[in-house]
C-alpha cells in the first residue's frame, strides 16, 4: 500500500531537478559588466551595437564573457573589475569619441553588474530574481498622475475640434466649454439636426444629449465612459514611455518603470542614491503648445505693462525679454506633434527645429494658419510647470504637416529643444507621492540579516525535527528542503522582485510548512499507538492528515490572496511569497515526503517497525475516558472496539 | 523522544469558562490600550519623512536632538535603530514645509554639526556597479556619518494604506469564514473568527501599550498570523468532527476535550517549530525585521490560547452537535445499534 508507480518517482526527480536549475542562478551571484545605452533619443541600440562593441574590445584585446542586447541596451560581461574598468574606458572613447562632451555623447557607457549565470541557463530562462531596491540600494518614486488635468485638456482640445468643425460646415452656433462638456447651442431646429449629424459623425467617442432651450436647442456632449477610461489608459502610458526615455540616458541597470493601481507610477533606479537629481531629471517636463497672438490694442498695453490682461488671454515671458499675450485657446499641443529634428536655416543663417505633427495637427494647422495669414502665432514651451514663448513668427503662408520653428540662437539650441519636445511630453503632470533612498550598504546588510534568519530558523527546525521523530524527521526536513527549493525556483522563474520583507515571508512559510509534516507525523504516531500495523500506520497517517493540510492549507492561503489583493509594494511581495510557499509545501509535505517514505519502507513487506521517534503506548487513549467526574458518561467498551473496528474496515477497503 | 504522555482526555472544557473570562480580560486591556494611547502608526501610514544615518563613532542622541530641532520641523523624533551607530530621525508632515527638502536638510544640519561638507560621491564597488550618494566628508577626507536610507511619504498615501489595510483584513475574516461554514459549519466559522480576531485585537494592544511602530511588514504579519492561527482552529474542529463520528456515545464536551488531547502535541510542536523561525528573524533579522517578528511571536503565542481554550469553547456554547457535522445517510457512516455495522461481507 506504501508504493508509488514510477510516473510518481520520476515527478519527484523532475521536480527537484527542475528545482535545481533555476534556483542555481541565484547563487551565482553577480559579476562586472558593462552596459551601453542610449543617451539621446536618436541613438539607436540594436545588434549593430554589439558587432561595434566586439569589434572595440577585440582591437583593444579585451576578452568579455560575452557581449549580447537585453532590452534597450548591449551589455559586455568580464571577469574581474581591473577589465571592467578598462572596457568602459575603451568603449566610451571608441563609441562617443575620445573628448566628447558627455552632455551631448549619444551613448551612455557605465559599470553594471549583472548575473554571473553561464549563459545557457539564461537561454532557458533561469534566471536569478531580481532583487528589491531594499536590498540592492537605490532610489524609490512613487509619482501620482493628475488625470483630472489629462482629461481637461483632453476636453480643450474637443473644445476647439468642434468650432473648428461648426466653422467649416458654416453652422456658426455658440460653442461654449462647461465643466467636462461642451455645450453646442443652435438657434434653430434645421441647423441642430444638421449639427448633430455632423457632430455625431466627426466625433463618435462623445455622447450628446439634446435640451431645448426656449426656442434655441442645446446639445450637451461629454466623452463616452469608455473614451474617458482610454484616455486615462493612454495619459498613464504615454507619461511612462515619456519616463523610460528620460531614465534611458542615466545608464542605470534595470531601471523599473511600472504602473501601480489606477493612476500612479512606480519609478526604481538601483545604483543611484541621489534622489534630488534623479527628481530632477524624471520631473523634467517640456510641452509644446501652440496659441495665436491677440494684437489687439488692450492686449498690447497688457503686453506692455500698463493694462489688465484681456478675458481669455494669458500672458507668457518671451525669451528674448518681455511678455507676450496670446489667447488662451491651444491650437495644436505637444500631443499632436509626431516628430521634432533640428535642422539649419535655408534663407538666413541661423538654426532651426523642424516640426512634423499628426494629421489631425496638421489639418488644424493648416485650417488655423490659412485664416491667420499675415498674423503671428506664439510657439510655447512649457517646462516645470512654466510657460515661455520661444518664437512668435509671423504665419507667411498656409502651413502644412511639416513647419519649422525659427529664431534659435544656435545649432546646440535647437538640438536640445528637438529633444525635449521629442523626449515626449507628459500626457499629465506628476507629482512625487512617496520617495526613497536606499544606500548600498544598507542593501547588502539586509539580504544578510535575511538570508542570516532563515538558515538559522531552518537549522533549528532541522535539528529538532530530526531528534525528534527520527527518520521521519530527516524525511521531513528534506521535504522542507525541497519546499524552499521550489518556492526560490518559482520565485525566479516568474522573475518576481525579491525584498526583505519577501526574505521574511520565505522564512514564516517555511516555519508554517513544518505543520503538514507534523500532522503527518503525529497522526501516524498515533496510529501505531492505537495498535495499527506500521505499513497500514503510515498509510492512514498521510491519508488522514490531509484534509487537515488542505483545510488549514486553504485558510491560510486566504490570508495571502487577500493581503495580494489590497497591499502594494512591500506587502505585496510578502504576500506572492506566502502564497507560493504555501502551494509548494502542499507538493512537497503531502507527495515529496510520502514517496520518500514509500521509497524506504515501502517494499518491506514484514515492516516490524518505524523510526519515528518513541510511541508511547503506556495507556490506550480512550476518549472521555476514566477521568473521574460525577456527571461523566461511562463509555461502553464498545467505544474503543469499534473505532478499531471501522478503521481496520477502512484499512481493508 | 516524546514529549505528550498524555494518559487520558484532559478536561479542558470544564475550565472554558475560566479561560475566556482570562482572555475577554486580556481582550478589554487590549482595546483598553488601542483607545486610549492608540497605535504609534509608522510614516508609512502617517506620511513624513524619515532619514537612517549610520555614525562612525556612537551617536550622541541628546546632541542630534538639539541639532534636528534648530531645523524647525516641529515633533521630530531621533532614536537608534538597531546598533547605537545607526540612528533615525522621522520628521512629520507639517504643513508649510516642503516635505522634498527635508531629508537633505536634515542630512544637511547632521553633517555641519560632525564639521563636514555635503558633496556628491561617485563610487565603484567592490563588485564593479557605480553608485552615486551623497556624502559628507570632513577636514580629515573621512566620513563621520553616512546617510544609509531617507524616506518620503505624502500624506495622501497613507489614508489609502489604512483603508486598504481595512480592506484587507475584512476579507480575510469573510474569506475565512466562508470556507469554514461551508467546509464545517458556521457555528465552528463563528468560533474560529471570534478567537481569532481576539488575537488580532491582542497584537494590536501590546503594539499600543509599547507604542511599539506599526508599519506596513506588521500588518502583513497580523493578516498571516490571522490566516495561522485559523489553521490551528481547523486542525482541531477537524478532529472534533471526526471524534464525532467515531465515538458516537461521547458528549459534545467530551469530543471537545479529546480532539483537544488528541492534537496537543501536534499544537505544540508546529508552534514550537514556526516560533524557532520567527525567533530566528527576532535574533539575525535586524531592525527593520524586528516589530515583524514580534507580531508573529504575540500571534503565536495567543494562537494557541485562543485555538485551545476560546474557540472550541464558544463553538460549545453556541451548541454544535453530532447533527452539525455528521450527516446521516453519508457514506462511511456507520450506525452503532445497526446490529450489521462493521460487517464486511
Not at chain 1, 507629482?431 to 531552518?458: C, M, Q, R, Y
Not at chain 1, 517514505?597 to 503506556?618: C, D, P
Not at chain 2, 516524546?2 to 486591556?29: G, K
Not at chain 2, 507639517?94 to 527635508?102: E, L
Request: glycine share 8%; proline share 4%; aromatic share 8%.
Amino acid at each position: 500500500m506504501n508504493r508509488y508507480p514510477v510516473w510518481k518517482f520520476v515527478l519527484m526527480v523532475v521536480a527537484v531537478l527542475a528545482g535545481l536549475l533555476y534556483t542555481v542562478p541565484n547563487l551565482y551571484g553577480e559579476a562586472p559588466a558593462v552596459q551601453i545605452s542610449a543617451a539621446k533619443l536618436t541613438t539607436k541600440i540594436g545588434s549593430d551595437t554589439v558587432t561595434k562593441v566586439e569589434q572595440l574590445l577585440s582591437a583593444a584585446n579585451i576578452k568579455p564573457d560575452y557581449v549580447a542586447f537585453e532590452g534597450t541596451s548591449v551589455h559586455a560581461r568580464f571577469a574581474d573589475t581591473d577589465t571592467q574598468i578598462h572596457a568602459r574606458d575603451v568603449l566610451a572613447a571608441g563609441l562617443n569619441g575620445a573628448n566628447a562632451d558627455p552632455d551631448a555623447a549619444p551613448y551612455a557607457v557605465s559599470l553594471n553588474l549583472v548575473a554571473r549565470a553561464p549563459r545557457w541557463m539564461t537561454s532557458v530562462h533561469a534566471m536569478p530574481m531580481y532583487l528589491g531596491l531594499d536590498l540592492r540600494g537605490g532610489v524609490h518614486f512613487l509619482l501620482q498622475v493628475d488625470l483630472k488635468a489629462a482629461l481637461d485638456k483632453k476636453n480643450a482640445t474637443l473644445y476647439s475640434d468642434i468650432r473648428a468643425l461648426m466653422r467649416e460646415k458654416s453652422l456658426r452656433p455658440a460653442v461654449t466649454r462647461e465643466g467636462n462638456a461642451v455645450v453646442v447651442t443652435f438657434h434653430e431646429q434645421d441647423t441642430a439636426t444638421q449639427g448633430l449629424n455632423a457632430l455625431t459623425d466627426a466625433f463618435p467617442y462623445v455622447q450628446w444629449t439634446s435640451t431645448p432651450d426656449g426656442t434655441d436647442v442645446k446639445l450637451t456632449g461629454t466623452l463616452k465612459p469608455a473614451e474617458l477610461v482610454k484616455a486615462q489608459d493612454e495619459a498613464i502610458q504615454q507619461n511612462m514611455t515619456t519616463l523610460a526615455n528620460r531614465v534611458a540616458g542615466l545608464g542605470t541597470s534595470e531601471p523599473v518603470i511600472q504602473k501601480q493601481g489606477a493612476d500612479r507610477i512606480v519609478v526604481e533606479l538601483p545604483g543611484i542614491q541621489d534622489t534630488a537629481k534623479a527628481r530632477d531629471l524624471i520631473g523634467r517636463t517640456a510641452t509644446l503648445e501652440v496659441h495665436m497672438l491677440d494684437e489687439s490694442a488692450e492686449a498690447s498695453a497688457a503686453a506692455a505693462g500698463t493694462g489688465p490682461v484681456p478675458f481669455g488671454d494669458s500672458k507668457y515671458p518671451y525669451r528674448d525679454g518681455g511678455d507676450i499675450i496670446v489667447k488662451s485657446e491651444v491650437v495644436v499641443s505637444g500631443d499632436d506633434l509626431s516628430d521634432a529634428q533640428p535642422g539649419q536655416d535655408q534663407q538666413r543663417a541661423g538654426a532651426v527645429v523642424n516640426l512634423t505633427m499628426n494629421s489631425k495637427g496638421a489639418s488644424i494647422i493648416h485650417t488655423v494658419s490659412g485664416d491667420n495669414i499675415g498674423k503671428r502665432m506664439a510657439i510655447v514651451l512649457f517646462e516645470k510647470g512654466k510657460g515661455q514663448v520661444i518664437t512668435a513668427p509671423t504665419i507667411q503662408s498656409q502651413l502644412d504637416k511639416r513647419f519649422e520653428i525659427t529664431g534659435m540662437h544656435s545649432i546646440a539650441e535647437a538640438n536640445d529643444l528637438a529633444l525635449l519636445l521629442r523626449s515626449g511630453a507628459l500626457a499629465a503632470p506628476m507629482e512625487f507621492i512617496e520617495e526613497t533612498a536606499i544606500g548600498p550598504s544598507l542593501g547588502a546588510d539586509n539580504i544578510a540579516k535575511g538570508l542570516h534568519s532563515v538558515a538559522w530558523g531552518f537549522a533549528a527546525i532541522l535539528v529538532f525535527m530530526c531528534a525528534y521523530y527520527l527518520l521521519f524527521g530527516v524525511i521531513s526536513t528534506l521535504s522542507l528542503g525541497v519546499n524552499l527549493l521550489m518556492l526560490v525556483a518559482v520565485l525566479s522563474l516568474i522573475q518576481t522582485t525579491l525584498t526583505l520583507p519577501g526574505i521574511a515571508a520565505i522564512a514564516l512559510t517555511l516555519g508554517m510548512a513544518i505543520d503538514a509534516n507534523v500532522l503527518v507525523n503525529e497522526r501516524i504516531r498515533e496510529e501505531l499507538r492505537a495498535g495499527s500495523a506500521p505499513q497500514t500506520a503510515i498509510s492512514a497517517g498521510y491519508e488522514r492528515a490531509w484534509a487537515t493540510i488542505l483545510d488549514s492549507n486553504i485558510t491560510t492561503l486566504i490570508a495571502g490572496l487577500s493581503l495580494f489583493g489590497f497591499g502594494s509594494g512591500a506587502v505585496r511581495s510578502f504576500a506572492i511569497v506566502h502564497c507560493l510557499g504555501i502551494l509548494t509545501s502542499m507538493f512537497s509535505a503531502v507527495f515529496f515526503s510520502r514517496g520518500l517514505v514509500n521509497l524506504w519502507y515501502g517494499r518491506q513487506k514484514k515492516l516490524k517497525s518505524v523510526l519515528i521517534g518513541q510511541v508511547w503506548k503506556g495507556g490506550a487513549k480512550q476518549p472521555g475516558g476514566d477521568v473521574p467526574q460525577p456527571d461523566d458518561l461511562v463509555v461502553e467498551d464498545g467505544g474503543a472496539a469499534k473505532a478499531v473496528a471501522t478503521k481496520q474496515r477502512g484499512a481493508a477497503r | 523522544m516524546e514529549f505528550f504522555r498524555i494518559r487520558r482526555d484532559i478536561p479542558f472544557m470544564r475550565h472554558a469558562l475560566v479561560f475566556n473570562i482570562v482572555s475577554a480580560l486580556t481582550f478589554l486591556a487590549a482595546v483598553f490600550f488601542l483607545v486610549t494611547r492608540g497605535l504609534n502608526f509608522s510614516i508609512e501610514f502617517t506620511g513624513g519623512t524619515a532619514v537612517e544615518a549610520t555614525y562612525a563613532q556612537t551617536a550622541n542622541l541628546e546632541h542630534l536632538r538639539g541639532v534636528v530641532s534648530h531645523l524647525g520641523y516641529g515633533d521630530v523624533q531621533v532614536q537608534n535603530y538597531g546598533t547605537s551607530h545607526d540612528v533615525i530621525i522621522r520628521v512629520p508632515t507639517k504643513a508649510g514645509i516642503d516635505q522634498k527638502q527635508v531629508p537633505s536638510h536634515v542630512f544637511e544640519a547632521l553633517c555641519k554639526a560632525e564639521s563636514g561638507t555635503v558633496g556628491t560621491k561617485t563610487e565603484t564597488t567592490a563588485k564593479g556597479e557605480v553608485v552615486t550618494r551623497p556624502s559628507c566628508v570632513d577636514a580629515a577626507k573621512a566620513e563621520p556619518v553616512v546617510l544609509k536610507r531617507s524616506e518620503l511619504v505624502g500624506p495622501s498615501v497613507g489614508d489609502e494604506l489604512k483603508r486598504d489595510g481595512a480592506y484587507a483584513m475584512i476579507s480575510v475574516v469573510v474569506g475565512i469564514m466562508l470556507y469554514l461554514a461551508f467546509r464545517f459549519e458556521w457555528k465552528f466559522s463563528i468560533a474560529a473568527i471570534v478567537a481569532n480576531l481576539h488575537d488580532v485585537v491582542i497584537i494590536l494592544g501590546f503594539f499600543a501599550f509599547f507604542q511599539w511602530e506599526f508599519g506596513l511588514s506588521v500588518l502583513a504579519g497580523v493578516l498571516a498570523v490571522l490566516g495561522y492561527s485559523v489553521n490551528e482552529s481547523v486542525v482541531i474542529f477537524d478532529r472534533i468532527r471526526e471524534t464525532f463520528r467515531r465515538f458516537r456515545k461521547l458528549t459534545t464536551m467530551q469530543v471537545i476535550d479529546h480532539a483537544i488531547t488528541s492534537t496537543i502535541s501536534r499544537t505544540i510542536i508546529t508552534h514550537f517549530c514556526t516560533q524557532m523561525m520567527v525567533l530566528s528573524m527576532l535574533i539575525f533579522g535586524g531592525p527593520t525585521l524586528h516589530y515583524f517578528a514580534m507580531a508573529l511571536t504575540i500571534g503565536i503565542c495567543f494562537g494557541i490560547y485562543s485555538s485551545v481554550f476560546v474557540a472550541a469553547a464558544i463553538a460549545m456554547w453556541l451548541g454544535v452537535k453530532r447533527e452539525d457535522l455528521v450527516h446521516t445517510g453519508g457514506k462511511g457512516e456507520i450506525d452503532p445499534n445497526d446490529p450489521n455495522a462493521g460487517a464486511v461481507v
